[in-house]
Structure formats: structure tokens, C-alpha cells
């Protein structure tokens, strides 16, 4: 246990609707990441953080902004939720080499 | 782009079996391997590193080696237990920001 938290663990909302999650740590670590996993697709990185204010995009970045203006917060926000965003959300820090997960979140967009 | 794959998508073994989980990358200047566990509805518990200095890594029952030359890891699961059924997933770690590629897993059923 990375000390890694997600908030809300699960959300329905709907088709336009902005949504944020949140990702927090207690260790102080400085890389974060977030990525979704869906059937067929497997887990893949959104945008990740290098620092307080430093963030980059991953691989399906569309759609999605991040912001990181503490340490221990990495916020994902989807800005107009659309269906194909239904997935598991996870969050990730890195330790000394590892990197460790969340418990997730699971989002519904009807 | 790394590329990460996972052979079989799915195994089913009888309990007391040892089994080998492959996984096969396409950059072979990988900074790390590592693999992971998930159960249904979970998320994903860290397993074991192995850095792109290293052979191998142990723990308990797990062994993962990694070849980079080959593109290759494997997991080893010896003595398999019902309790090892998950999802198994690897991942290649590299270039800035030590970012991970996954593969899509193998689903391991151990019967009892």
C-alpha cells in the first residue's frame, strides 16, 4: 500500500456533464499518473505529472486536462464526458523504481 | 512505440501445477519489467521489478526473468494454488518519466 487514494470510487454522470476525479497521496512521491482500463484495450496512460504544475500527455490524452498544483493531488477532469469514457480509472505514483496503483474508479457516462 | 505482449490471453491449470506466464516487448531499451496482479473489480498489486540491469527477481513462489535482448519476460509460478487465479499483467517501463506500456494480461484459473 502506496498510501494512494481515489475519490469518487464510482460515478455515474452524464453525456456533456464535466467531471473531475481525484488522486491523493500521503508519500510524498513526485511522478503520478493516470490511466484507463477497458476491455480489449488494457491499461493505458492519460497524462501523467512530474512535478508540482509539470504535466504531460500519455497516449489517449483526448478529452481529458490534469492538474497537479500540490504534491499530493493529481486531478483528472473530463471537460464534456462523452459514453466512450466509460472505463476504470486508475491512479498511479511512483515509488524509488516500482509503481504503484490505486483502488480505482470506476465511471459511468450514460 | 513499445509494444507489450501477453501470451496466453488465458490458462486454466490443475492445483499443484508450476506454469510459465510470457510477456514479450518491442523496444528493447526498456528501463524496467514489471509485473502485476488483479482481481475481479481490483486494482493492480505490484508483484515483482525486475530493472533492465537484472536477470531475474524472486519472491516466494514468483520468479520473473527478463531478456532484453530478446524482447522477453517470464513469470514463474510454481506450485499453483486456487488462490493464485487473477489477471497477470506486465509491463515495460522506459524513456522519460518512466512511463509503463502494458499488455493486455493473461487470465490464470488454477482448479482445485
Known amino acids: 500500500d502506496a498510501g494512494i487514494t481515489q475519490s469518487p470510487r464510482h460515478k455515474v454522470t452524464e453525456t456533456g456533464t464535466p467531471v473531475t476525479l481525484r488522486c491523493h497521496q500521503t508519500?510524498?512521491?513526485?511522478?503520478m499518473y493516470w490511466y484507463r482500463q477497458d476491455p480489449g484495450h488494457g491499461l493505458r496512460l492519460i497524462h501523467y505529472?512530474?512535478?508540482?504544475?509539470?504535466?504531460d500527455k500519455g497516449e489517449v490524452s483526448d478529452g481529458y486536462s490534469v492538474s497537479r498544483s500540490k504534491t499530493e493531488d493529481f486531478l483528472l477532469t473530463l471537460e464534456s464526458a462523452t459514453s466512450s469514457q466509460t472505463s476504470v480509472y486508475f491512479c498511479?505514483?511512483?515509488?524509488?523504481?516500482?509503481?504503484?496503483f490505486g483502488p480505482g474508479t470506476r465511471l459511468t457516462v450514460t | 512505440k513499445q509494444e507489450v505482449t501477453q501470451i496466453p490471453a488465458a490458462l486454466s491449470v490443475p492445483e499443484g501445477e508450476n506454469l510459465v506466464l510470457n510477456c514479450s516487448f518491442t523496444?528493447?531499451?526498456?528501463?524496467?519489467l514489471q509485473w502485476f496482479r488483479q482481481d475481479p473489480g481490483k486494482g493492480l498489486t505490484s508483484l515483482l521489478l525486475i530493472q533492465s540491469s537484472q536477470r531475474e527477481q524472486t519472491s516466494g513462489r514468483l520468479n520473473a526473468s527478463l531478456d532484453k535482448s530478446s524482447g522477453r519476460s517470464t513469470l514463474y509460478i510454481a506450485a499453483s494454488q486456487p488462490g493464485d487465479s487473477a489477471t497477470y499483467l506486465c509491463?515495460?517501463?522506459?524513456?522519460?518519466?518512466?512511463?509503463?506500456?502494458f499488455g493486455k494480461g493473461t487470465l490464470l484459473t488454477v482448479n482445485p
Open positions: 498511479a505514483i511512483k515509488g524509488a523504481y516500482e509503481q504503484y
Open positions: 505529472s512530474y512535478g508540482v504544475k509539470d504535466t
Open positions: 508519500e510524498n512521491h513526485r511522478y
Open positions: 523496444d528493447s531499451a526498456i528501463y524496467n
Open positions: 509491463a515495460g517501463g522506459g524513456g522519460s518519466n518512466y512511463k509503463l506500456t
